[in-house]
Each structure stands twice: as structure tokens, then as C-alpha cells.
């Protein structure tokens, strides 16, 4: 039975079925990590870490999507009905294509159970996000005035140091794959790119967008995290942005 460490783990790793961690990508699903820096053979072809954990997680657990509904029910906190409406909607199966091969007897019935997930969807965000407005609700407040946020956490120049050399992999001044999920190394991966910003120039948003490209092709996701913790600031109307004092 696969055992997940949920409280730990993104979302958007669950999306994927692996996290990137300092000696490389290790899978949700059964523990198995393909090292940075190697590259890997596969059915005559060779592919990078990630690309070798993409390979794994299609040939073993079928799809992130299959290895999740194969966990515990106490876990995902699904029945054995939605569990099988989830497996038929995401093959594309028709509402009568699922009466002919379930136990139910109508249409109906299917898109009330259809009906219900949505719904359950729709609670779950609600709820995951007063979870977290509960955990931590000066993360929240950072866009009235945020000091910098290591007063959060306690870094060490030792583990700076390990956490850009494992993102940088082509220099300091180059660029990373991914953007990091835990928070701790995002906010030193934050820390550093705010360098390629002078200190009192205000810049457009296309200028941001420009530097940021240089980083992550995310630029979106690392402008919004400049200015939600606090290390950048910008105008009322989005048209200035500036490194904050």
C-alpha cells in the first residue's frame, strides 16, 4: 500500500507524482530517485533525471492519477463509488457507457454522482485555503507592508550556499529548472534573484517579466511571489515595480 507524507507535500507535486529534491527526483509513489546530473537509458533512447522519472511514473504507476486513487480511502477520503466514478470520468467514459458497466441503474444517477464530486471540489478548496490562512496568516498580510522574510526562518549561509548550488546548476547567474515548493528554499532562491534589481529603479511590468525570464520560464509565478513575500513592491494601477527597503 503506498504511504504518502501529505502534510509535506504540494499539490503541484501530487499533480506530477514526484518532488525535485537536492540529489535528485524521487517519486511519491514507491521512493525510487534518479540523480541530477546523470543521464539515463531507456528503450534506446537517453534521458535527464526528470525525463527518466517522467519514463518511471508512466511505466510503473500507470499515472499520478492511478497511483493517487490507489491509496489508502482513509487517506484520500474517497468511497469505493467515487473511486470508481472518478476512474470512468477520467477515462471519458459516457454517462451511458458507466450504467452499462457499473452497478448503476440510470443516468441520472451517474450525473449526481458527477454532480457531487464538483461540489466536493468546490469545499475542498474553501477548505484548503482556511487551513492555510489558519497556519500561517502573516503570509497573507505581506501586501500591506511584509519585512523581509527571513525574520520567518532561521538560514543559514551554509544551507544559502547548497540551495543555489542545487537550482543553479549553470552558475548564479543563470537560470533554474524548477521553481522550488517548499517555502524556505523558495525564499533563498528569492533572495538571490532580487540582485538583478537595482535598489532604487522602478520598473514596467515588461521590464520585470525581461529579468525574470533570465530565471524561470514562470515569470508569472516568480513576479507574484516577489510581491506576496514582501521583497518587491508595486503601484496601485501595476504599472511600476520596485525593489522594497
Not at 64 to 80: I, R
Not at 103 to 132: D, G, P, Y
Not at 216 to 240: P, Q
Request: some cysteine; overall charge negative; hydrophobic content about 35%.
Amino acid at each position: 500500500m503506498i504511504i504518502l507524507d501529505i502534510q509535506n507535500i504540494s499539490v503541484d507535486s501530487l499533480l506530477h507524482g514526484y518532488e525535485l529534491h537536492e540529489d535528485g527526483y524521487e517519486c511519491l509513489f514507491c521512493s525510487i530517485t534518479f540523480a541530477l546530473h546523470e543521464v539515463f537509458p531507456h528503450e534506446g533512447r537517453f534521458f535527464t533525471a526528470e525525463g527518466m522519472m517522467k519514463q518511471h511514473i508512466e511505466h510503473v504507476h500507470t499515472s499520478p492519477f492511478h497511483a493517487l486513487l490507489e491509496l489508502d480511502k482513509k487517506v484520500t477520503g474517497l468511497s469505493d463509488v467515487q473511486i470508481d466514478m472518478l476512474q470512468y470520468f477520467f477515462e471519458g467514459k459516457s454517462d451511458q457507457e458507466i450504467v452499462a458497466e457499473s452497478n448503476l441503474t440510470s443516468v441520472s444517477t451517474v450525473r449526481q454522482h458527477r454532480f457531487k464530486l464538483r461540489e466536493k471540489e468546490k469545499q475542498a478548496k474553501i477548505f484548503l485555503a482556511l487551513m492555510q490562512l489558519m497556519k500561517n496568516p502573516e503570509q497573507y498580510q505581506v501586501h500591506k507592508g511584509a519585512r523581509q522574510v527571513d525574520e520567518r526562518y532561521s538560514i543559514e549561509e551554509k544551507e544559502r550556499e547548497k540551495v543555489l548550488a542545487t537550482y543553479f546548476k549553470n552558475g548564479l547567474d543563470g537560470a533554474i529548472d524548477t521553481i522550488p515548493s517548499k517555502e524556505k528554499k523558495k525564499l533563498i532562491i528569492l533572495q538571490h534573484i532580487l540582485q538583478r534589481f537595482e535598489k532604487a529603479k522602478h520598473y514596467s511590468e515588461k521590464e520585470v517579466n525581461d529579468i525574470l525570464k533570465t530565471v524561470n520560464a514562470d515569470f508569472v509565478s516568480l513576479r507574484r511571489h516577489l510581491i506576496e513575500y514582501g521583497f518587491m513592491e508595486r503601484s496601485n494601477d501595476g504599472a511600476a515595480y520596485w525593489v522594497k527597503k
